[in-house]
């Protein structure tokens, strides 16, 4: 056994390797976009996690972050970026719910420019940290409440809502533009309480909104309000 040093460094150097096979298991679970696999290559997700879980970092599951919060399960993560994706180009996405910073920085991989939002303000923090660690320009984090109305002109290509509600939060929508998206664990009928929604695209057109439900899903809750 050597000191907590030296197992961080051992783990510095064998993530590249785990990565990898994280990615090979995405890839199986029906991950299809290569884009978004070699993004989520490209960022070491052990240094989201406290030191004492960085060993689990590449297994598929999400893990506590402190404040009753959680980073998102890789494949989850994944396949969010690909629905907000679909193929094509992104230019400017919203995150609602930063957490860690882990999606962040795995949108940050693929779009010109991530603007992220986060409700408890010590995970800020937390999530600023992690980034800069990563050196990444294209990404601002922002202090508030993302269940409403963010008091600020934006055109998104995507939103992507990473905690889960029963009702699509429509402050956002105005942020959208025709063929964009907003992807989101949106809880149907009977669902809400147990933390089970189905993964949802909401895509924006010049008359209206199209809603599609993809995969069942858990997440934590979309909250009101800043803590
Ligand atoms: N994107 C993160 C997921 C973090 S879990 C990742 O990559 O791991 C969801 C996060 O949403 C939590 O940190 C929670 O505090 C935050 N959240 C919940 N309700 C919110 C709201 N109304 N506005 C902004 N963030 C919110």
Redesign the pocket.
């Known amino acids: 056994m050597g000191t907590l040093g030296e197992k961080m460094s051992g783990i510095g150097m064998t993530s590249a390797r785990t990565r990898a096979r994280m990615v090979d298991r995405l890839r199986e679970q029906g991950i299809r976009d290569e884009v978004v696999l070699a993004a989520i290559n490209a960022v070491p997700r052990h240094i989201f996690v406290d030191e004492a879980l960085a060993i689990r970092a590449y297994e598929d599951s999400a893990l506590p972050i402190g ?1 009753g ?4 399960q890789p494949w989850v ?1 994944a396949r969010m970026t690909e629905l907000a994706r679909s193929g094509g180009k992104l230019g400017k996405v919203l ?6 910073g ?3 920085a795995v949108l940050a991989q693929l779009a010109d420019e991530v603007y992220s ?4 303000g010590s ?1 800020v923090a937390k999530a600023r940290r992690n980034l800069q660690s990563l050196k990444l320009k294209n990404v601002r984090l922002k202090h ?4 409403s109305d963010l008091g600020e002109d934006l055109e998104m290509d995507a939103i992507v809502v ?2 889960g509600t029963a009702v699509i939060p429509t402050a956002l929508l105005r942020y959208l533009k025709p063929g964009s998206r907003m992807v989101l664990p949106l809880a149907h009928h009977g669902e809400s309480g147990d933390g089970v929604s189905h993964l949802t695209v909401v895509t924006a057109r010049e008359n209206g909104y199209r809603e599609q439900t993809y995969d069942a899903v858990r997440f ?5 309000g800043l803590a």
Do not use: N
């Open positions: 404040q919060q959680t980073i998102s993560v995150e609602i719910g930063t957490g860690c882990y999606q962040t939002v986060e409700r408890i995970l508030g409440d993302g269940s990473t905690a934590v809750p979309l909250l009101h």
